[in-house]
């Protein structure tokens, strides 16, 4: 895995056809509102999610957006032991987001899950993917590149009783 810049997210999202707004959220289209919205995702099944998002191991960044400042909270502690275990001693002001190749899947679980104990606000994108997810205080959005993607992926996610929202996350986009 690589750690990277902001800027360098930027690039990569870009390069996969994932816009950024202005407030520094991401989306597919405007034109395309679709997500799934579960409410207090259970990170005892992290991995399922992982595998509902990724069905085949690809690349994906993950990515933790700006915090007024890391405190230590053992989340913090946590999420700084795996980072310095891989190698990745720069701050996470500096590199918030971390690039995992289709190898790396147990790392990206081990990175996502984190965000999902402590809602953190954080994205999940795979590469070539249809759709990405976000995870923030007690709700996991599934932001997807339309309403057959949103579709497919509710029937994959039909156990957690995912809910087709088309508001929640998008009201981020403008604030």
């Known amino acids: 895995m690589r750690a990277l810049s902001h800027d360098d997210a930027l690039v ?28 207090s995702p259970p990170a005892a099944h992290a991995d399922d999610l992982l595998r509902a998002l990724l069905p085949q191991p690809r690349e994906a960044l993950f990515w933790i957006r700006p915090r007024d400042a890391w ?35 147990p790392h990206l679980l081990a990175a ?7 809602g953190w606000d954080a994205y999940l994108i795979p590469a ?3 759709a990405f997810a976000f995870s ?20 994959t996610l039909h156990s957690f009783s995912p809910q087709p929202d088309s508001s929640w996350y998008f009201r981020r986009l403008h604030s």
């Open 112 to 118: 996502f899950l984190p965000a999902l104990l402590f």
């Open 12 to 39: 990569w999202c870009e390069a996969h056809s994932v816009r950024v707004s202005s407030s520094g959220h991401l989306y597919f289209s405007l034109d395309a509102a679709h997500s799934l919205l579960l409410n």
């Open 136 to 155: 923030s205080r007690d709700v996991l959005c599934f932001v997807t590149r339309g309403a057959e993607a949103q579709a497919a992926l509710g029937a």
């Open 71 to 105: 405190s230590e909270s053992p989340g913090d502690k946590l999420f700084r032991g795996l980072r310095s275990a891989w190698g990745i001693e720069q701050p996470l002001a500096e590199k918030p987001a971390l690039l995992f190749q289709p190898d790396e899947q």
């Open 128 to 130: 070539a993917a249809s």
